[in-house]
């Protein structure tokens, strides 16, 4: 199988699992993760999602290189690819941990790029080596400069050059470095204080942020009055209330 599942608690752990490819993504790979985000959307009792990859050699190499050269189509009723779009564009409703076990470039750096949190292995390196191909970094590479200074960002797509994880943290791409054999479980760490905390808030959060990155502050102030009513006047805020004033856990509904 190309991907792998396994619920831990409230989060889907989604494993890429093409090992000996260096876990590229292949038409099919693209279709089965798609599936898997829509899934987990669509699933209450998600209330985050760790992407992560097979092996020690790549978290995941980017596209399918051999696959693009042979023409490969994914067209089809079993490939939908809607959710995966969904999530590389930075619309994907539920907060998705990157845990990078290995290297991420091109497409797979990329898949970081558009995780809401990051936890990168010690050994991992990053880059956008798409000019090297005579590409260039077509699934959100080229938007860098939204994340980091220009400069860096330009470093990194002209050269197409890889830098380490400690660098990659520096520049804010990834959260924390942590020993390769501790990624999945750093990452279901910052799954688990999410699940605890109220689901509608933490949708409204994650969506406002990523307006206010992509269409500034005042798209992101307008946005939220349409989440206002939807939030404060939930069961949930009242029940967040009546817990802290009498010193419990809340038990969230999502309503």
Not at 83 to 91: K, V, Y
Not at 137 to 155: D, K, Q, S, V
Not at 200 to 205: E, F, H, Q
Request: proline share 4%.
């Amino acid at each position: 199988m190309d991907l792998l599942r396994r619920r831990e608690g409230s989060a889907e752990v989604i494993t890429l699992n093409r090992p000996d490819q260096r876990n590229a993504l292949s038409p099919g790979l693209i279709a089965a993760l798609s599936r898997a985000l829509r899934d987990c959307l669509d699933d209450d009792a998600v209330r985050a999602v760790v992407l992560t990859g097979a092996g020690d050699r790549a978290f995941c190499a980017g596209m399918d290189l051999k696959a693009f050269a042979a023409g490969s189509d994914s067209s089809g009723p079993e490939s939908d690819n809607t959710h995966f779009t969904m999530f590389s564009r930075g619309e994907y409703p539920k907060p998705v941990i990157g845990a990078a076990n290995a290297t991420a470039v091109a497409g797979g750096f990329e898949l970081l790029l558009n995780c809401d949190i990051v936890v990168a292995s010690d050994k991992a390196r990053f880059g956008i080596p798409e000019v090297k191909r005579g590409l260039f970094a077509a699934g959100g590479g080229t938007t860098l400069p939204g994340r980091i200074p220009l400069a860096i960002a330009l470093e990194l797509g002209l050269t197409g050059d890889l830098i380490d994880a400690e660098r990659a943290c520096a520049l804010g791409l990834v959260n924390c470095v942590v020993p390769a054999g501790d990624v999945v479980g750093a990452a279901l760490e910052f799954a688990r204080r999410i699940g605890e905390n109220g689901p509608l808030g933490v949708l409204a959060t994650k969506k406002l942020m990523r307006v206010a990155l992509t269409e500034g502050v005042a798209a992101a102030r307008a946005a939220q009055e349409a989440e206002n009513s939807k939030v404060f006047e939930s069961e949930d805020a009242l029940e967040g209330a009546r817990a802290f004033a009498e010193k419990r856990a809340p038990q969230w509904k999502g309503r």
